[in-house]
């Protein structure tokens, strides 16, 4: 068996969980797999949910992590909640806008800006 | 530096090719942009050939070869499956398909390399990246 570290690393401000990825590439499907369903749980704790994901240590990511955001997303708004993404760095920010996915997800520069964006 | 490798339908298979391929790209040294686009190009390639292409049966292989030098890296994937028709495949940047889950590995190889061809009815894949910045949509953060 592999050793299995968490996904996710989660802590709080306010009502809002603030998510970090613990690897740096959300690249294979093992792993994408695992981050989604913990994405989901998190998600599915309580009505409205908030979550910013915090992408600072996130160097890689693929079409399939792609595909997962946009599950978490519309978890999320089914639950009547929001989702923001944030850090994300230069060469990552560039898959999202090649995807055209940056006009699709509320992206923030700073964990600041994006814990200030959540409404009520 | 020529690599050949003829691979089972396996995603750890193809990770291990990514890493070697990689590690020669870095070798010949290749800037830090022309790294992560092949990388990711190769991710995404390899992931097509495996899980869209030979549908992962394990009695099907994928073949790839990797042509480095310092100026260039020539790549490519070849699988035994049915092929497809690259025009056939919806833009994934348009309503409704920007919704879904999937269907943007392609995009994401022609956007990254400097060229892409579909050849033998889309089973192989040959991609090209030149050592040079490539240009990419504008990096501007926006708030959605």
């Known amino acids: 068996m592999a050793e299995s570290i968490p996904p996710l690393s989660v802590s709080q401000s306010k009502d809002i969980r603030i998510v970090e990825f613990t690897s740096n590439k959300i ?12 994405l989901t749980a998190l998600i599915d704790e309580r009505p409205n949910p908030k979550l910013l994901l915090d ?10 992590a792609l595909g997962m955001l946009l599950n978490a997303n519309k978890r999320v708004k089914e639950r009547n909640g929001q989702l923001r993404l944030t850090n994300i760095k230069p060469q990552i920010y560039e898959v999202f806008v090649i995807t055209k996915l940056n006009k699709l997800f509320r992206i923030l520069n700073t964990r600041a800006e994006g814990l200030a964006s959540f409404t009520q | 530096m020529k690599l050949v490798f003829d691979i089972p339908s396996d995603f750890d ?7 070697r391929v990689v590690e020669q790209v870095v070798l010949h040294k290749f800037e830090a942009d022309s790294v992560f686009a092949i990388r990711l190009a190769l991710e995404e390639a390899l992931v097509n050939a495996i899980k869209h292409g030979n549908r992962a049966d394990p009695t099907k292989k994928v073949h790839i070869e990797a042509l480095i030098t310092s100026q260039r890296a020539e790549i490519l994937i070849e699988d035994e499956g049915p092929g497809f028709n690259r025009a056939r495949i919806p833009d994934p940047t348009t309503h409704p398909n920007l919704n879904r889950p999937s269907g943007r590995g392609i995009l994401l190889i022609e956007a990254y390399m400097t060229t892409a061809k579909w050849e033998r009815g ?11 910045p490539l240009e990419l949509p504008q990096t501007k953060s926006g708030t959605g």
């Open chain 1, 55 to 64: 992408f600072s240590s996130v160097d890689h990511l693929s079409s399939a």
């Open chain 2, 122 to 132: 889309g089973r192989r894949l040959r991609m090209v990246r030149d050592n040079t």
């Open chain 1, 27 to 38: 690249l294979d499907e093992a792993n994408i797999h695992q981050i989604g369903q913990a």
């Open chain 2, 13 to 19: 298979a193809g990770r291990d090719v990514q890493r």
